[in-house]
């Protein structure tokens, strides 16, 4: 068991603000040489490991709907992607991820748990997504991980007088570790098989040297012999789930042009807390259209398909009083922007479905639940309790929501033209959208 000291990641993220390691986007980042300076310019993948040896990948970003959207690098190549009728978004949350393993599994047992076309996991949602979108045989596995690992599993705190002179507070060793040990040969010869099927499993780190998310296909990189492609994937994964500041950032060596250069990555949350790429909604619209022929005025969303989405976590932090100190101030804030960051991908997703004709479907863990005390508390018990109360709300079906919790900022609450308020009773809730 480990007895080091607990780092909530508000606390380090507040300290980190408090001493100014938060850059903008002039900011100098120091790395060791030789070092190339980022690319600026979208770079698409040179190679199709699905596809014919030494063909390059007929991979363009298009404006369809006025905005750049990325097209899948195999939509019309060796493996192309089939229609996504049900979709899959796992979003981060550390610790609390072992409700969204437990969800999955409660989900299988309820016999609604469709075929994944498309898998998207983020920080803790990217380990969980591998198993999700190999099926339900893997369940137990996701069952073992989320209720037996320790922090001493996934993280080692340095020696405080170093970590002013290193990258993070803690080592990822330990996690590395783990993941090497679950992402076998194996598994990604699956994964591979999947893909081959026109699956697809994508996963998001944020480039540092960037500030932006990247997407990665893992199953195009399963695709890859190992021990490249192996070690690859296990890389995203790790990168996915290295907190800033806790974890060390995952270096990427890449190739441009036929230029070698290095990139820094880091956990996926930074960028989005979920998401699924754009042209996958723009592929369910298509199929739906195609299915269909023209759309009559008055029903422009046809059912297309499903949009699941799996938080791992609350959506909205619990209240308590906060003392008025620099730093539990800092640390409150820090906590309410990513809640509300949360909340605005889930909006933002709405739309979208909504546009593509996709059902939208949300599950999140119940505010009245006791939390456990960060997102990086790796106790056994909690997530035990965790895993537990997501396997409940899977089975019993009731725990989607037809919507997202919010449209808007504000929304949930009444406007305010003073300071004299009265208690009411809560609204009935609306009947879902069809």
């Given at each position: ?431 879902a959208m069809p």
């Amino acid at each position: 068991m480990f007895h080091g000291p607990r780092l909530p990641v508000s606390l380090v993220v507040s300290a980190l603000i408090a001493l100014g390691a938060v850059p903008g986007c002039h900011a100098s980042v120091g790395r060791l040489v030789p070092f190339t300076p980022p690319h600026a310019q979208p770079l698409a993948p040179a190679d199709d490991p699905c596809g014919l040896p030494g063909v390059v990948p007929n991979t363009v970003l298009s404006p369809p709907t006025g905005c750049l959207a990325p097209f899948d690098a195999a939509h019309a190549e060796g493996c192309p992607m089939r229609r996504p009728r049900n979709i899959l978004a796992l979003s981060g949350g550390g610790a609390y991820g072992a409700f969204a393993a437990g969800f999955v599994e409660g989900w299988t047992t309820s016999g609604t748990r469709p075929e994944l076309d498309v898998v998207t996991g983020i920080s803790t949602g990217s380990l969980i997504a591998p198993f999700v979108f190999l099926g339900p045989d893997h369940d137990a596995r996701l069952g073992q991980l989320y209720t037996r690992v320790q922090a001493a599993d996934i993280f080692s705190v340095r020696t405080w007088v170093t970590i002013p002179f290193r990258d993070s507070f803690a080592t990822s060793a330990p996690l590395k570790k783990l993941i090497e040990s679950q992402i076998t040969p194996d598994l990604m010869d699956r994964i591979a098989a999947e893909h081959r099927k026109g699956r697809r499993l994508y996963v998001g780190t944020t480039n540092l040297d960037t500030r932006r998310l990247v997407v990665w296909d893992m199953g195009a990189i399963a695709c890859r012999a190992c021990p490249e492609g192996c070690n690859l994937f296990r890389d995203v994964l790790l990168a996915s789930c290295s907190v800033p500041g806790m974890l060390p950032p995952v270096r990427f060596n890449i190739e441009v042009d036929g230029k070698k250069s290095t990139e820094l990555h880091a956990d996926g949350g930074v960028s989005a807390q979920v998401f699924v790429p754009s042209h996958v909604f723009a592929a369910a619209a298509r199929g739906a259209v195609s299915e269909r022929g023209v759309l009559p005025e008055n029903d422009p969303m046809p059912a297309a398909g499903n949009l699941y989405i799996v938080v791992a976590g609350k959506l909205y932090p619990d209240c308590a009083p906060v003392r008025a100190r620099v730093l539990p101030v800092l640390g409150v804030t820090t906590g309410t922007i990513l809640y509300a960051y949360c909340r605005a991908e889930l909006a933002n997703l709405y739309g979208l479905a909504r546009a593509s004709g996709l059902k939208y479907h949300l599950a999140a863990l119940r505010l009245g639940f006791p939390t456990v005390e960060s997102s990086v508390d790796f106790d056994q018990k909690q997530m035990t309790k965790l895993f537990a109360e997501g396997r409940r709300g899977g089975s019993t079906g009731t725990a989607w929501m037809p919507g997202p919790p919010t449209l808007s900022p504000g929304d949930g609450d009444y406007i305010r033209t003073g300071v004299k308020l009265r208690t009411v009773p809560l609204p009935v809730p609306l009947p879902a959208m069809p």
